[in-house]
Every structure is written in structure tokens, then in C-alpha cells.
């Protein structure tokens, strides 16, 4: 379904964007070729297998990235939000996209093809160094992720999510710091590479220890220290 149009210039989540830096002009050319679309919960923005015909940058909402294995699972990779670009990757490298984005959330995305994207990183090395630095964060990410799968049990491996949770979309509450993103017992599982079941059983142990609160999906941390020593990360 297609929104009235936002604008670069005005846009609240440009400021967080690999596009913070760009001129009015880019910030017009940008404007005259996209396009503005709000998504459901859990709508298909693109499909693993699919050609790239562009970059969409995220306005607001949250957006999971999977890959299916070879029993048709999902293994979550990599979760993006406002402010965030996706399917930029791809699009560099001149291959179909390595994976599937969905929307987790009520989400509204904006679209512009290729030759603009190209001709916005050739006219504004800024912008190229910013999307530099997006690549390089998104690769320590996955080995971190990798080396997290290899090394760490489960229990580690949630009590770590948590935390990353935390950083991003941690908000204070009344006792604790609630995290501000919902998701399944099911995406949490495949987010660290082990079952719903598993998960379910996890989040009870870590309730029951005091270490969360949990209500529905909304999850509280309560004892960070507690949590970084289940982790095995340091103070």
C-alpha cells in the first residue's frame, strides 16, 4: 500500500541513516525517485533468489532478514529499523539477494532503484564511506554471530541477544530497562540457532532466576550484571 510521500529533507530517521551527510540536491534526486509504502506485520519486502533493483531505506518499524535452511527453518541474520538500508548488499555485488526481509511490525519503507543509489555514492564520497562502514559492521557482525554459534551454549547465547537487545532497543521502565521489540519464541530461537523449545525453557529458567521479567512478548532485563556473567562477557 503506498503512503503520501515523505521527504528526505524532513525525514526523522535520516539522521541515523547512511544518507545523514547528503546535499539538498542528492537529497531531491532522491526524492524524485522513490517511493514511500507502508507494510503489515510479517510482509515479504523481498524474496532470497529475487534481482535487486534498488536500496530501502527503513522510515520507521522494524524488519527481520532470514535465510531458509535446507528443511525449510528460517535462521534469522540480521534485524534492521529505522533508519537502516537493506538490500544494499546485493545490490553492490550484482547478485540476487542473499536473503528474505520481513517486516516484524506496522512498518512504512522507502524505495529508489539503483542508478540514483550508484549515482548518489559516485557524486558524494561521504555517502560511499558511510556505506563502507555499514558493510564492515555488517561483516564483524556475522562473525560474531558465527564465532557466538561455535563457541557458546544456548544459554549463553539468549543471555547475549538480550544484551545486544539492550543496546538498541533498550528503553528505562519503572524497574529494569524493557526492550522495545517483539518477537516469537520462534524468531528468538532462530536468532541464535537452537529451538522454540529451548528458548521457552530459557526464558522461564532466566524469569525464575530473576535475571528478566517477562510479560507476553515484552521482555524486562533486570540484573545486568547477572546477565553478562550468563553471557560470559565482562563488566
Not at 512498518?107 to 529508489?112: D, E, G, H, S
Not at 520462534?186 to 517477562?214: C, P
Amino acid at each position: 500500500m503506498k503512503n503520501s510521500p515523505l521527504h528526505c529533507q524532513t525525514c526523522a530517521s535520516r539522521g541515523t541513516s547512511v544518507f545523514c551527510d547528503v546535499t539538498e540536491e542528492h537529497a531531491r534526486e532522491i526524492d524524485r525517485s522513490k517511493t514511500t509504502n507502508s507494510y503489515k506485520p510479517y510482509q515479504v519486502i523481498f524474496y532470497e533468489g529475487n534481482e535487486p533493483f534498488g536500496v530501502f531505506c527503513v522510515n520507521s518499524g522494524k524488519v527481520k532478514i532470514y535465510k531458509m535452511d535446507t528443511n525449510g527453518h528460517q535462521q534469522i541474520v540480521r534485524l534492521s529499523g529505522a533508519g537502516d538500508i537493506i538490500g544494499y548488499r546485493s545490490l553492490l555485488s550484482n547478485e540476487p539477494y542473499h536473503a528474505t526481509a520481513e517486516t516484524l511490525e506496522e512498518a512504512t519503507i522507502c524505495f529508489f532503484d539503483k542508478k540514483t543509489f550508484f549515482h548518489v555514492l559516485e557524486t558524494h564520497p561521504t555517502t560511499a564511506f558511510h556505506v563502507m562502514g555499514l558493510l564492515a559492521r555488517d561483516l564483524r557482525h556475522a562473525e560474531q554471530q558465527m564465532a557466538s554459534i561455535a563457541h557458546k551454549n544456548v544459554r549463553e547465547r539468549l543471555a547475549e541477544l538480550l544484551l545486544v537487545f539492550r543496546v538498541k532497543y533498550g528503553e528505562k521502565a519503572k524497574k529494569g530497562i524493557r526492550l522495545n521489540i517483539s518477537l516469537s519464541r520462534e524468531e528468538l530461537a532462530e536468532l541464535i540457532g537452537t529451538t522454540q523449545e529451548s528458548v521457552i525453557r530459557l526464558i522461564s529458567e532466566f524469569k525464575q532466576d530473576g535475571l528478566i521479567d517477562v510479560q507476553g512478548r515484552e521482555i524486562t532485563l533486570l540484573d545486568l550484571p547477572r546477565l553478562l556473567s550468563t553471557a560470559n562477557l565482562p563488566e
